[in-house]
Structure formats: C-alpha cells, structure tokens
C-alpha cells in the first residue's frame, strides 16, 4: 500500500470518527465541539474514545484506520486496546484510571495516561523489586498461571482438606463407572493465582483372585524356639540419641510448573524486550539510573513490550517518548522540590545551633 493511500486512509476514518477524530482542517472551518469524557463501558468492556486514541497513538497506521474506520476489529484489536492500556496493567489506582474488568485490567481515560502507568510501573520493579533483567521483569508482570506446588518424588500437593475429602471427589467417586476414571477438575483463581490440580486417577480392576493349593504336609514352617522368660522388672531404657538435622536433610517442597509452554511464553516475552540491545534475557536492561532518570533502553523495552502485549499493533514511538519526557520532568521536580526543603529545612531558627 503507497504511502498516500495510507495517508488518504487516515485522514477518511479522522473525518468520519466522532469527537475530536475530526482533522485539524475541518476544526478549523467549524467551531471547536464540547470535549466529551471518556467512560468505561461495561457491557462492552471497552473506553469511550479507544478508537481517537488509538488513531494517534498506535501503529501501524494502515491497520488501526481498517479498524477504526471500516470496525475491521477482528483479530487485530485486542481486549488492551480498548481499554487504552497498550501494556495491559492491572488496577493499583493509577493517574487517569476509570474502572477495570472482570480480570483486573484497567481501562484509562487516554492512552497517554497508560503509557504513564507503564513507565512508573517498570521503575518500580527496576528500583524498588530490583528486577533488572528482562525475564525477571516478565515474570511478575505477566507471571504464569498454572504453577502447581509438589512435594517429595513429584507428589501432587492438592487440595488442603485432601483430594478425596472434597464434595467433588465424592460425587465423582460414586458415579464412577467399572474401570473407569476418577476426574478431579477446577478452574484457575481470579487474578493470575493458581487454581486446584486438574488429575486423572487411573482405577485399575481387581487384582484377580486364583486358587492357591495348600501347603503340603511336612513343608509348613518350623515352629520358632520359645524364648526364655524374663523377669518382670522395669528397667530404664537410654534415650537413643537421633542425628541431628541438616538442611539438606529436610524436606523440600518445590515448584514444578505444570505448563511448560508458561515458561517458553516468558523467554520469547523476554527475547522480544532485548532484541536488538546487545543483551541476553537475564542481563541488567539498564532502564533507570539510581535517582530513578529513565535512560535510552526504555523506549526500545516500552515499544517491544506494547507489541507482545497487543499482537498486531504497538504503541507509537510519539506516545512512549512523550511519557519518558514527562517521566524526566517528574523527577526533576521532585530533586527541586527537595532541594528547596532542605535549604528552608537550613535557614529555619530551629536549625541554628545554639
């Protein structure tokens, strides 16, 4: 498609959408409309203006005017995007953050302010988790939903009241049919926690039963010697001494994933977000410096990341540098406001020793 389509197309699905999609030239031969609020609709679980904002805010160009214009939204527009929030985060009362769904994701009243949240939300594990690398960083924000805890020898830690004390287990324990199987099943806990184990317990037929012959006279066992009478005093047995434990000793209980293609998903999450830096997965990304100052690497991982998580689509480079410059400004405030109570904290009479 030449550029000029592609441009044609954009400027057609600006004029056509609602609101503030209008281009800047027919605003300008028509009076400026009411800014409308952006609100979070339910039943659609979707953002008002998700289709303004993803005009501007997402590419590429040629696909989101499809979608925006002709509501081609089929496979290319994905849940996230309707929400605004091009890194799909969760809820934690973020600046601009109107409700969430059913899963905890939020929808913000602009993709400027979901860039905003992902920006704080990857200096937070950077600094204050201290999750350098890519794959430590993926693995608390898209962390693996069907881990389940073994024991020892790969036994099953299931439900805490027993695998067969559950009302299921009985239920299906007395329907089961001859030589047929025990199911137990249950589905994955609300926000990302492990549900019970899903187990298949094979229930083999009887052991089947022949005739044994008797044991022929003469070939029994011997009858075993009479031991000698003791007498009938108590005696103080010595406490025998146990070895002491060690830690290798003891019992272990490990995490073993159930799902191993969870863990293949973080590697291939984690190579999108290093590809083309020079770095391995489990290399420190260097995205902020100590004083929380974002550095070079975090737009190539905000852009990377925004495209695992949408599939088609990703974030503009305009909106993540947008969000990095205010990120900057916001810290710099934060160093001058400081300085400034530190100077009052010197010149106040509290201060002066004397």
């Not at 590429?60 to 925006?68: G, I, M, T």
């Not at 704080?120 to 608390?140: E, G, H, M, P």
């Amino acid at each position: 498609m030449v550029p000029q389509t592609v441009y044609a197309l954009v400027l057609a699905a600006r004029a056509l959408l609602p609101g503030e999609l209008g281009s800047h030239g027919a605003e300008a031969l028509q009076p400026e409309p009411q800014a409308v609020a952006a609100r979070y609709e339910p039943a659609n679980r979707e953002v008002t203006n998700w289709r303004s904002e993803a005009m501007d805010a997402l590419e590429p160009k040629p696909v989101v005017a499809l979608a925006a214009l002709f509501r081609a939204e089929r496979p290319f527009v994905t849940r996230c995007v309707k929400l605004n929030n091009y890194w799909c985060i969760k809820s934690a009362r973020w600046d601009g953050e109107l409700a969430t769904d059913r899963e905890g994701h939020v929808g913000f009243a602009s993709a400027d302010h979901g860039a905003d949240a992902a920006a704080t939300l990857l200096r937070r594990y950077y600094l204050d988790f201290n999750r350098k690398s890519a794959l430590d960083i993926v693995r608390r924000w898209a962390p693996a939903e069907c881990n389940v805890a073994t024991g020892i020898g790969g036994m099953a830690m299931l439900a805490v009241r027993g695998i067969g004390g559950t009302v299921r287990a009985q239920y299906l324990a007395s329907r089961r049919k001859k030589g047929g199987a025990v199911r137990y099943t249950a589905k994955a806990g609300s926000g990302g926690k492990p549900g019970r184990v899903s187990v298949v317990i094979p229930m083999a037929p009887k052991t089947p039963q022949y005739r044994v012959p008797s044991i022929a006279a003469g070939m029994a066992e011997r009858p075993k010697p009479a031991s000698p009478s003791k007498p009938l005093v108590a005696t103080r047995r010595k406490p025998v001494k146990e070895p002491p434990a060690t830690a290798s000793a003891a019992p272990k209980v490990q995490v073993a994933t159930a799902c191993p293609s969870e863990e293949q998903r973080h590697r291939n999450y984690a190579g999108r977000m290093v590809e083309g830096l020079g770095l391995s997965p489990t290399d420190d990304l260097k995205l902020f410096a100590d004083d929380g100052t974002p550095q070079p690497n975090l737009t190539h991982v905000m852009l990377a990341m925004s495209a695992f998580e949408l599939g088609a689509l990703r974030a503009s480079p305009d909106l993540v540098e947008s969000a990095i410059e205010r990120a900057v400004a916001k810290v710099q405030d934060n160093a001058k406001a400081a300085a400034q109570k530190a100077e009052a904290l010197q010149g106040s009479p509290q201060s002066i020793p004397r």
